[in-house]
Each structure stands twice: as structure tokens, then as C-alpha cells.
């Protein structure tokens, strides 16, 4: 089993910029992957950036450039580093851990993100 818990959502204005983290406990050397999904009201999760364990990056089209997913070196906590941040990202952010296939079975709780000036 493994245990996500992220922290780091928030209130921002358009523009601006906020972090997210994810710590992970438990049975983590089965993880390969790190992905954060996103779920907006009445919208249906989307995938937004994943991170694996060669360090390889993936971003969803609406948010390269502006998003930096990354992780530490004992790669336990993964972050989300939003910046440029827009009205049409706000949303609830969950990470979640894989070991092959999207969406893997450990979800954080979620986060909430809300841009807004």
C-alpha cells in the first residue's frame, strides 16, 4: 500500500504562481510513476503532468510551458510547480502514484487550486 498526502493549494490570482506537494509513504519502491490529475466542477478528471522514475516528463498541452512537475532526490515527495496561472485551471489537484498503467491505484485526497482575482 501506498499513502499520498498533498498539500499546497490556494487561493491566487490570475498570473500568479503556487506550488504542490505530494509525499508518499509506505510501499513506495513499488511505484514507477508520479502523476497529478485535476478535476474541475462538473468536468471530468483530466491528466495533467506525470513524472517517472527515470525522471522522464509529460505535459498535458494546456499547461506545458507553465507547469513543472519534479520530485526529490529520495523521490518520496513529488511537486507541482504552477505558474502563469489562469481562471480555467482552477480545480481540485490529486496526485496519484503508478506502477504501469494511468491512473494508478493510490490517490492523494486532493487539493484545491482556485484562481481567481
Known amino acids: 500500500q501506498v499513502q499520498l498526502v498533498e498539500s499546497g493549494g490556494g487561493l491566487v490570482q490570475p498570473g500568479g504562481s503556487l506550488r504542490l506537494s505530494c509525499a508518499a509513504s509506505g510501499s513506495i519502491g513499488s511505484i514507477y510513476g508520479m502523476a497529478w490529475y485535476r478535476q474541475a466542477p462538473g468536468k471530468q478528471r483530466e491528466l495533467v503532468a506525470t513524472?517517472?522514475?527515470?525522471?522522464?516528463?509529460y505535459y498535458v498541452d494546456s499547461v506545458n510551458g507553465r507547469f513543472t512537475i519534479s520530485r526529490d532526490n529520495a523521490k518520496t515527495t513529488w511537486n507541482l510547480q504552477m505558474s502563469s496561472l489562469k481562471p480555467e485551471d482552477t480545480a481540485v489537484y490529486y496526485c496519484?502514484?503508478?506502477?504501469?498503467?494511468?491512473?494508478?491505484?493510490?490517490w492523494g485526497q486532493g487539493t484545491q487550486v482556485t484562481v481567481s482575482s
Open positions: 513524472i517517472n522514475t527515470n525522471g522522464m516528463t
Open positions: 496519484n502514484a503508478y506502477s504501469q498503467l494511468l491512473p494508478g491505484p493510490y
